[in-house]
């Protein structure tokens, strides 16, 4: 007769994936079920030796490793493991070793085939883990997540070695000698660091490689007492050490660089090489980056853009905040144009002039996700000519935007693209049109073009676009009449407060009631916290750096930026939470939320979220009240 | 025992009249050298109406192959008996089995063959070895004219050596108290999950966990069975 092991029916039902098993499946699964005991500090499996079972914790706790020692993950009671063994080649993947006393049930392979095969959910609880290592190239290297909660700081290897700028290039070479080391900082005393004035090290103000002390030293027979100011290079890409791994990762790879100088508000810390963190190096967006500068033509292109989800399901897994999400999906972004760009150029031939590609809104401020429309523009060099060169940039624009539309960004649906010749301008023009928006506003232009405010340079002349940035940060600071329009803009998208009595719904397209978390949440937070940004002077694009030059400039209320900033974070992140749930159930992600699918905890803290929103509107509405009368200080 | 169980088995399975008996002496007993680790075992339990195996009678059975590596689940078995006694209503409450559903079980009588074949060859393993030796040669003199011999492996006695050798000379001396040897009790000395008592099946699932435990505390896999068995 069919013995009845309730016990181990109802332990399986606990726990996922096997609470989602139909009964008879878990009876079935209880039948075939074998027991295993290990005392405290055993192995349970090494390295390499066959696999035949799924593993599931009955009671006590295991730890499993990397293959080079470094732990790896710690389990217990319901938690599974051994499935990558089994979905690779049956060996052990990674060994598992017991912390406590410990009791598994061993779940024989092929009724874990079997299982994955008849039903779908339980399944895909094994293969988002799985089928990313399976497509991980450097297969050796186990999955890690300390990318997105590692700061750089952790990692600092070599110190940082730095010269004052008035220091002899003599001095510099025989420092370098003496460290081995083919670059230097350099740094100038007298420009200390704002937030403290007092360290005498001074600013980072430029970088000292081999190859200066080469070409603008000996090569130009400079005498061995030039200082460094005259040869070093200013352009340089520094990090700040409060920027976590993953960050200094896409930096690298953006501008392909090896060594990354590190500094903390300037001051340098340290500098990190690739090396430092390559053995990390297994996350799923960073090959995907990669993948995306390998493909040849647009068809792989857009075969590599399917990926896209699935990275960003992951990302979600492995708990990453919204800031790193969301400059993971902007770096994708940029590369997805900077690759097609490359290709145009291959296409068309080069440009006739310089020019800048320009990335707007989200994308610009390093907070994009996976539901996104392209929102770009030209920058053009002064010397740009219809009858000569109009040719040539609109068919330049037509590629990218068709190109990105192929790989899922979907065209703006206000036309604001390169393709739109109103959004390929001269540097000149494009000055010319920020100062008018600045100069004589009217809240029907500025609703417009907010989203021009937030601006990136992803290919060409980048410089460029740094000089708009600077350009409007000077102009818009304490120009009270503009920042009045713009505030006045920031409100009229307010946030669904009547929340507990019953939600604000709006009617998606399938007639369900739904908040939409972007339109009534994180954009608006965007767009009170452009203005505050732009009333300083920052020149960040990315909300929580602008935050935090808002938070130094003291215009707030105490606390209200860091609220601010919580609300931001908790109101993208639920956004985000369910964008990846829609992708996981094979849905169509979108910016919606139903409200009964929220749980008690959630809707507490998006209510709060959304207050803070609420308080902040009317806190702008006071500060900016009249376009005559300049802010209350 | 100056004869090994191999030559009693045999001795045995020459002098049994039961055909059924004949099998289960005739497919042997391992040796008392075998190592644990190469041993086959059966862990049994059975929930009786009481204590005496002369009054009372067996309602439940329930066994389930192991070995040190593995517990079968697979090829668990449980069966209801119908006793020859009416169920007393304190046992009931103990061990959940009603009357209508033991009026519905077949006699001890049909469950004879499945349940030695199922021990057959195999080491049998329980928790408290008089209930099941003596209830279980009982019932078969009853029925068969024939008791049943064979080696077992006592959990609750391993536990009380193993506390004992902890208690010491000195705590034996100063009548420290042993700890409890109930079952239950017994696995949480080695951090084994709590499982619902009193039922035949679940029963020997634990028991055999727990000589696992006992095993990997205080043997070797290379421990000769006979250390173990009584």
């Given at each position: 007769m069919q013995a009845e092991l309730q016990d181990i029916v109802h332990f399986y039902q606990r726990f996922p994936p096997f609470d989602e098993l139909p009964d008879e499946a878990v009876s079935e699964l209880a039948q075939a079920t074998e027991i295993a005991y290990f005392r405290a500090h055993q192995d349970v499996l090494k390295h390499g030796d066959p696999i035949q079972d799924l593993y599931v914790i009955r009671s006590g706790a295991v730890e499993t490793y990397r293959r080079n020692g470094d732990l790896y993950n710690r389990l217990s009671e319901g938690d599974v493991f051994g499935q990558m063994g089994l979905l690779m080649n049956r060996r052990v993947r990674f060994p598992v070793h017991t912390m406590e006393d410990t009791l598994l049930y061993c779940i024989p392979a092929d009724l874990f085939n079997q299982l994955c095969d008849r039903f779908e959910d339980f399944s895909e609880f094994f293969e988002i883990e799985g089928s990313s290592l399976l497509r991980n190239t450097l297969s050796n290297q186990a999955d890690n997540n300390d990318l997105t909660t590692v700061k750089i700081s952790a990692l600092i290897q070599r110190e940082a070695i730095t010269l004052e700028c008035s220091a002899s290039v003599t001095a510099a070479a025989q420092l370098m000698t003496e460290h081995q080391a083919s670059s230097i900082l350099v740094t100038d005393p007298d420009q200390p660091i704002s937030s403290d004035p007092d360290d005498d090290d001074g600013q980072v103000v430029g970088i000292l490689t081999d190859r200066d002390l080469r070409m603008r030293v000996l090569a130009e027979q400079r005498s061995s007492d030039t200082p460094v100011a005259e040869v070093m290079s200013t352009d340089m890409v520094l990090i700040d050490d409060n920027a976590y791994v993953f960050e200094a990762m896409l930096t690298m790879l953006r501008h392909n660089l090896h060594h990354l100088p590190v500094v903390h508000r300037r001051r340098p810390v340290g500098v990190i090489a690739m090396s430092d963190i390559v053995q990390h190096e297994s996350q799923s967006s960073l090959l995907l980056v990669r993948s995306i500068f390998a493909q040849q033509s647009l068809e792989d292109l857009t075969q590599v853009a399917k990926q896209l989800p699935a990275v960003f399901v992951r990302m979600v897994k492995e708990d990453a905040n919204s800031h790193m999400i969301g400059s993971a999906m902007a770096v994708i972004g940029r590369s997805f144009k900077q690759k097609l760009l490359e290709m145009a150029e291959a296409e068309l031939g080069p440009p006739p002039l310089p020019y800048c590609f320009l990335a707007l809104g989200s994308m610009a401020r390093d907070e994009q996700l996976i539901v996104t429309d392209q929102d770009n523009a030209i920058i053009l060099d002064d010397r740009f000519d219809e009858e000569h060169h109009g040719e040539y940039f609109a068919k330049l624009a037509t590629f990218v935007c068709d190109g990105l539309n192929a790989c899922g960004y979907q065209y703006c649906d206000g036309d604001i693209?390169?393709?739109?010749?109103?959004?390929?301008?001269t540097k000149t023009q494009w000055q010319q049109r920020f100062q008018q928006w600045i100069d004589e506003p009217s809240p029907q232009a500025l609703l417009h073009s907010s989203i021009f405010f937030d601006l990136d340079g992803v290919w060409g002349k980048t410089k460029w676009a740094q000089e708009l940035q600077r350009f409007i940060a000077l102009h818009s600071k304490q120009n009270m009449r503009f920042l009045n329009y713009l505030a006045r803009n920031a409100l009229s998208r307010t946030p669904p407060l009547g929340f507990f009595k019953g939600f604000v719904m709006e009617q998606d397209g399938q007639h369900r009631p739904s908040i939409n978390l972007k339109r009534r949440g994180t954009a608006p937070l965007s767009d009170v916290i452009r203005v505050h940004a732009l009333a300083v002077g920052s020149r960040a694009q990315n909300s929580f750096e602008r935050l935090d030059d808002i938070i130094r400039a003291k215009i707030l209320p105490p606390e209200k930026g860091q609220d601010l900033s919580d609300a931001l974070e908790y109101i993208a992140m639920v956004r985000i939470r369910y964008q990846a749930i829609d992708i996981e159930q094979g849905d169509v992600p979108d910016?919606?939320?139903?409200?009964?699918?929220?749980?008690a905890f959630e809707r507490r803290n998006l209510k709060e979220a959304f207050q803070v929103l609420d308080r902040a509107q009317a806190f702008l509405k006071f500060r900016y009240h009249s376009s005559n009368k300049p802010g209350i200080r | 025992m100056s004869q090994s169980w191999t030559e009693r088995f045999q001795a045995l399975e020459i002098h049994s009249q039961d055909v059924r008996l004949q099998r289960f002496y005739g497919a042997g007993c391992v040796g008392g050298d075998t190592e644990i680790a190469a041993t086959p075992f059966v862990a049994l339990d059975f929930e009786t109406t009481g204590l005496d195996a002369r009054q009372d009678a067996i309602v439940s059975i329930g066994l389930v192959p192991f070995s040190l590596q593995r517990v079968f689940l697979r090829d668990a078995c449980e069966w209801l008996v119908k006793p020859e006694q009416p169920l007393q209503e304190e046992s009931v409450v103990v061990h959940g089995i009603t009357h209508s559903e033991v009026r519905s079980a077949p006699d001890l009588d049909r469950i004879v063959a499945p349940l030695l074949d199922a021990m057959a060859g195999k080491v049998v393993v329980v928790h408290h070895q008089r209930i099941e030796r003596e209830f279980l040669n009982q019932a078969l003199l009853e029925r068969l004219n024939e008791g049943i011999e064979f080696p077992l492996i006592d959990t609750m006695e391993l536990e009380q050596r193993a506390l004992r050798a902890r208690q010491g000379l000195v705590g034996r001396l100063l009548k420290r108290p042993l700890g409890s040897l109930r079952l239950g009790d017994c696995r949480q000395r080695y951090s084994l999950p709590f499982y619902s008592p009193h039922h035949a099946l679940t029963d020997a699932i634990a028991t055999a966990e727990l000589l696992l435990a006992q095993v990997a505390y205080q043997y070797r896999p290379d421990t000769p069975v006979s250390e173990l068995w009584c």
């Open positions: 693209m390169a393709t739109n010749p109103e959004w390929r301008l910016n919606n939320i139903e409200p009964e699918l929220l749980s | -």
